[in-house]
């Protein structure tokens, strides 16, 4: 892999040459070799000795490092950012959507006050209500016990007027007297 016209925040790889980018040993392998058994490409960054070749990858490969670490970095401060503006955002839609629940609160105040009062008002007369309903009950039982014997008394006395009235049908007397 060989690199052409960079800039520090950039880089363009030329993909015509076959190579890899070893993380580990932090150098770029033109060749696509095992490094594992060739250790002569392998630069010291601490000494940087070697060839110039070796020196032009060395410092290819500290680019590709940086520029990766580079969008790294952007991208997790991004995600930071991004993370942050959500967050903000939730804690201020609950912020206006609180404040628009007391708006509504404070105007439906009144309202609720008197629906709670006439609640309360039905309740207590309900309660009134059930008392004057029980009262009325036992003066009803009462009225019925001392109105038995004299209903009792006025069935007996239509009987008997209803029996003379039956005898005055079938026999017809009419008897004046001038006294």
């Known amino acids: 892999?060989?690199?052409?016209?960079?800039?520090?925040?950039?880089?363009?790889?030329?993909?015509?040459?076959?190579?890899?980018?070893?993380?580990?040993?932090?150098?770029?392998?033109?060749?696509?070799?095992?490094?594992?058994?060739?250790?002569?490409?392998?630069?010291?960054?601490?000494?940087?000795?070697?060839?110039?070749?070796?020196k032009k990858n060395h410092n290819a490969?500290?680019?590709?490092?940086?520029?990766?670490?580079?969008?790294?970095?952007?991208?997790?401060?991004?995600?930071?950012?991004?993370?942050s503006m959500v967050v903000f955002g939730v804690m201020f839609m609950s912020y206006i959507i609180s404040s628009n629940v007391n708006i509504y609160y404070e105007s439906a105040q009144p309202y609720l006050e008197e629906l709670r009062d006439r609640s309360m008002s039905m309740v207590r007369n309900a309660d009134l209500?059930?008392?004057?309903?029980?009262?009325?009950?036992?003066?009803?039982?009462?009225?019925?016990?001392?109105?038995?014997?004299?209903?009792?008394a006025m069935v007996n006395s239509t009987v008997e007027m209803v029996s003379q009235l039956d005898r005055v049908v079938r026999n017809p007397v009419l008897k004046v007297s001038m006294e």
């Open 129 to 152: 209500s059930s008392h004057e309903l029980e009262e009325i009950m036992s003066e009803t039982g009462r009225l019925v016990t001392q109105s038995v014997p004299g209903l009792i």
């Open 61 to 83: 490969s500290v680019v590709i490092e940086k520029s990766v670490s580079r969008l790294l970095f952007a991208s997790q401060l991004l995600i930071v950012i991004i993370l």
């Open 1 to 54: 892999m060989s690199l052409s016209s960079f800039s520090p925040s950039t880089f363009r790889i030329d993909f015509s040459a076959p190579s890899t980018i070893d993380a580990h040993n932090g150098y770029v392998n033109p060749n696509n070799q095992n490094d594992q058994h060739n250790t002569a490409n392998i630069i010291n960054p601490t000494t940087a000795t070697g060839s110039a070749e070796q």
